[in-house]
């Protein structure tokens, strides 16, 4: 089975300042991990994706994230934050076992201060 | 491209009743899944379709839900009879393959009340 989870349901940073959404894993088998981004009433956009190779991984809008084995932990950043970053994102693993319908964590919603 | 497209939008029902919501993949895409998203969660697979055939449906409460992909394209997801707590967005996505990392496309959505 594989799990998911985000540290922190909210996370608010200033404009311009470094955006941190952390996300830790469990896994059976060598994980596929995404981010996916929701904008209010819109569906889910992907963000980046890490499938092989590379740890870090660079995304759409500024995004990037790394990949830590050692850690399983897969966290996202972008160096400085725009208003309109404001969503919600989750992080998201690909199941394993033929099959590869993700496993999204909660969450977390990035409020921008001005 | 014209992405993932759902309906209805939005629903609105009484407990017990019955409901279908419809979605169309992207043109030439394989695999097709359906999750259920409750407020304040992320979404959670319910069952995954490639071309017409059943890949995954373990999370599916089969006593209530079923879901169909005939002729390998469009599908339909019912719920009969609904409860109270299966009041959800029901998200629909569609990807070219079946091999691990394919990016999945996501729908607008179905809002459902229950009553």
């Known amino acids: 089975a594989q799990s998911v989870t985000q540290l922190g349901s909210h996370v608010s940073v200033s404009e311009g300042a470094l955006v941190l959404l952390r996300c830790n894993y469990s896994s059976s088998v060598p994980p596929y991990l995404f981010w996916y981004v929701q904008y209010p009433n819109q569906g889910l956009q992907l963000l980046l994706k890490?499938?092989?190779?590379?740890?870090l991984v660079k995304g759409i809008n500024g995004f990037e994230a790394e990949f830590k084995k050692s850690e399983t932990s897969f966290h996202l950043t972008k160096p400085s934050a725009h208003m309109s970053d404001a969503a919600e994102y989750f992080c998201a693993v690909s199941r394993g076992g033929g099959a590869d319908g993700l496993t999204f964590g909660k969450g977390t919603h990035l409020i921008i201060q001005p | 491209e014209a992405g993932v497209a759902q309906s209805p939008r939005y629903k609105i029902i009484e407990k017990r009743q019955s409901v279908a919501f419809w979605c169309n993949p992207i043109s030439g895409h394989a695999t097709l899944y359906w999750y259920q998203q409750i407020l304040g969660q992320g979404p959670k697979l319910l069952i995954q379709?490639?071309?017409?055939?059943?890949?995954?449906d373990s999370q599916l409460p089969k006593d209530r839900f079923s879901a169909e992909r005939l002729k390998g394209v469009d599908s339909t997801l019912k719920i009969q009879p609904a409860k109270l707590e299966d009041s959800a967005v029901y998200l629909c996505?569609?990807?070219?393959?079946?091999?691990?990392?394919?990016?999945?496309?996501f729908g607008p959505g179905t809002r459902l009340t229950v009553l």
């Open positions: 996505a569609s990807s070219f393959g079946l091999a691990g990392g394919n990016e999945q496309f």
């Open positions: 890490y499938t092989t190779g590379a740890t």
């Open positions: 379709f490639q071309n017409n055939g059943v890949v995954d």
